[in-house]
């Protein structure tokens, strides 16, 4: 199975700041056939279901903010909030959809300082 | 739009089993795969399977291959998660996750999630 590890664990990051969460995997997820990364980002608030922020490492689901932005390649990623809002209080998780089966990072808590 | 619904909650018994259904609204149900996700009491994600609704062929997390059985019915637009021999550590949310399009396996549509909880 890939091990999706994810660093920080917990993140304080003051308003307006750039938050930066990193997601490794235990082997690469580039998709040869599309020359794409099979990586994803989520946000999970408390009492909903995860909700897609970024998929293919660095594609922006519709609707969500540009301050959102994903970048890298192979085994290492990072997700980044340019500016920290306040309702951008959440768990963040990454998701690889490279293989079966499909793992998830343990999760990112990010928090207001 | 696309909706996923799910039953509701659940209290079961160990060694019971449960049945969680998912029912999907608002698109063409054979196009696209859906997988079954949970989430223990202040844990983290946890992929258990998926399913293509079309020809209902499964693939199963390692950890769930022996308890754990995904079906459809498409004359409901419904996808179900059977898992058999609960115990405690079971006790979780269970969601269920449409592929945000047919070009790879990102979760863009979720349920609302269906707690199952496990005591005696």
């Known amino acids: 199975d890939i091990v999706m590890t994810q660093s920080p664990d917990s993140l304080t990051v003051s308003l307006g700041e750039r938050a930066t969460i990193n997601c490794k995997s235990s082997?690469?997820?580039?998709?040869?056939?599309?020359?794409?990364?099979?990586l994803a980002w989520y946000q999970q608030k408390p009492g909903q279901p995860p909700k897609l922020l970024i998929y293919?490492?660095?594609t922006r689901e519709s609707g969500v903010p540009d301050r959102f932005s994903g970048s890298g390649s192979g085994t290492d990623f990072t997700l980044t909030i340019s500016s920290l809002q306040a309702e951008d209080v959440a768990v963040y998780y990454c998701?690889?959809?490279?293989?079966?089966?499909?793992?998830f990072g343990q999760g990112t808590k990010l928090e207001i300082k | 739009q696309v909706q996923l619904v799910q039953s509701g909650a659940e209290v079961k018994k160990p060694g019971a089993s449960v049945k969680v259904s998912c029912k999907a609204s608002?698109?063409?149900?054979?196009?696209?795969?859906i997988h079954w996700v949970r989430q223990a009491p202040g844990q983290g994600l946890e992929w258990m399977g998926v399913?293509?609704?079309?020809?209902?062929?499964?693939d199963y997390a390692q950890k769930f291959q022996a308890r754990v059985t995904m079906t459809r019915d498409t004359s409901t637009s419904t996808v179900y998660m059977d898992l058999s021999s609960l115990r405690s550590e079971d006790t979780a949310v269970y969601y269920c996750?449409?592929?945000?399009?047919?070009?790879?396996?990102?979760?863009?549509?979720w349920g609302q999630g269906t707690l199952v909880t496990v005591s005696s």
């Open positions: 293919w490492a660095s």
């Open positions: 608002g698109y063409t149900f054979t196009f696209y795969y």
């Open positions: 082997q690469s997820v580039l998709y040869s056939s599309n020359n794409k990364n099979s």
């Open positions: 399913i293509n609704p079309s020809s209902g062929r499964t």
């Open positions: 998701h690889q959809y490279y293989t079966t089966p499909n793992t």
């Open positions: 996750a449409r592929l945000l399009t047919t070009e790879g396996h990102f979760l863009g549509y």
